[in-house]
């Protein structure tokens, strides 16, 4: 953990995470603290209150099947969501007045094929969000989600533009915005090119019981 | 022959009354709760009101015990994910790890587990029917009760996105607070919680044994993936001050 100076708090792994590390080191005054993982016994120990904390979800696991869903998988996901919930506990204690907190997730809240477990967690993450909103409300922070594709929509991310996001979302320019889920996705999920792409595709699964994942 | 639909945490509240709703629109029922004591009770009850019920005393976290209740089972056309615990109404920082998992592991793991088994055994028509909660939408406290509630909303579509090509429709109905034994969990807040209805009484778990009969049948054979509010309209916001 780098201690210097702190004010915002990135927590997470891989690219979109160290984007957004990255661009709060370069445009925010005040240091940046990286936490690999959301580590809710680091949180309380920190040194200094927080102005903003971005919490990056880890990635869902890979498509699977409903039916095809096993306990291990089951359960791998909850001590995940347990892990990011008790962070999130430890973060309403550390955040500054009229902080800011910023959780990255994905779309499946909305529901996706192949990803039911995945999706279910993703309808937690949002709901989380929704009660530190509630909960912090008189302290006047905020919390927002920032909701990604999921991996098998195939688009892929641009870290640096979620970077911008999410560094939009935790600075004060943004306080009218509360409590929202802002989809982040450059409007892929209207599906106008893909419904026509996949016209002839759901044809042919209509008989076969389904499209292919 | 009559159908089967399978009602987990059915030994009382809204299950029980699920039971005895889809037992009076003919199917035979599948009733499955942790709590064997309170099910024999109503096991009683259901036998002397002529109800064709088989019950199995069962967590349904414990995938090997919902195989075993489902022994001998070859079709199962409804089921109805009701099993849930509420968590306590504190903030997010004082809810500790174990009731959080404890939450989660019922509500949603518990509900993914029992739908995977039905479902492999459900013939085309089948529906299965979440009970979520109008709590999904956010709330101060209980924070982990909110989530599983939201992950069950999400888990709902999801399915459904995924079971129309099987032929089977999944649903949800979310209900404001209905008069059971869940609500008692309230203490002191209760009466305050109960003005705050919008009709100032909790629903009777009838209502909401309803709106299940109607989703389980063939009368909502279009529609799938939703999430039905039962709360009088709590959902739609306060009036003004
Ligand atoms: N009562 C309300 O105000 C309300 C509001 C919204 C949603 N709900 C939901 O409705 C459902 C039924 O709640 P209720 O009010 O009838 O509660 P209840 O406590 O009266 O009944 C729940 C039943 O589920 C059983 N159960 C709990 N955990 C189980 C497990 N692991 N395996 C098997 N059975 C288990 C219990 O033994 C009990 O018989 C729950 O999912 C609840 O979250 C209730």
Redesign the interface.
Known sequence: MNMSKPSTLVIGQGPVAEAIASRFSADVQGGVITLARPDAAAITALEHGLAAAVLVAPPAPPPSLFLDIDDARLDAQLADFTDLFEALGALLGRLNPKGAIVLVGDRGYLGAWGAADACAFSGAHVALMRCVTLEGFGAGHRANCIALDLAQDGAGVDPDEIADLAVHLASPASRAINGEIILANRGRSLRVREAKDRRADFAASASSKGPSL | MPQLAMVTGAAQGIGRAIVERLGADGFDILALDADETQLSRSAADWREAGLTVRTAAVDCRD?AAVIKALDGVEAVDVLVNNAGISGVLD?????D?AA??RV??VN??AT??V??EA??RMPDGGSVINIASRG??????A??Y??????????????????R??GVRVNAVAPGMVDTRMIDGFGDMLGALKRMEPTGAPANPAEIAAIVSVLAGPDASFVN?QILMADGGKSLGLPPL
């Open positions: 995938r903030p997010i920082g004082q809810v790890r959080c998992d989660m592991g949603l793991l993914i587990r739908a995977q479902v492999r999904y939408l956010g709330g101060a406290g924070a982990h909110v989530a599983s509630k939201a992950a069950v909303v999400s888990l709902t579509r999801a399915m459904a996105i995924e079971l090509w099987r993936g």
